[in-house]
């Protein structure tokens, strides 16, 4: 079983970027209607929902953080 990571945040957002990278290699050789659509009705909302997503979790996260750290004794 893999480790649980520390912050699922930074997690999600090294995720993002494999996807994001992915998504630039295959750009170039699909360039047909289809591609256009699936950038546009799907990978863009979903990379946008993404990263919103994340923000708020990153917000969450610290918060948590500080939460954690003022109450320790």
């Given at each position: 079983?893999?480790?649980?990571?520390?912050?699922?945040d930074r997690d999600g957002d090294q995720h993002l970027?494999?996807?994001?990278?992915?998504?630039?290699?295959?750009?170039?050789?699909?360039?047909?209607?289809?591609?256009?659509?699936?950038?546009?009705?799907?990978?863009?909302?979903?990379?946008?929902?993404?990263?919103?997503?994340?923000?708020?979790?990153?917000?969450?996260?610290?918060?948590?953080?500080?939460?954690?750290?003022?109450?320790?004794?």
């Open positions: 079983m893999p480790p649980v990571p520390a912050r699922p970027r494999l996807l994001e990278d992915a998504w630039e290699r295959v750009v170039p050789s699909w360039r047909d209607g289809m591609a256009r659509h699936f950038g546009t009705h799907q990978w863009t909302p979903l990379r946008d929902e993404s990263r919103s997503y994340l923000e708020a979790l990153r917000a969450m996260m610290d918060v948590l953080d500080a939460a954690e750290r003022d109450t320790e004794y």
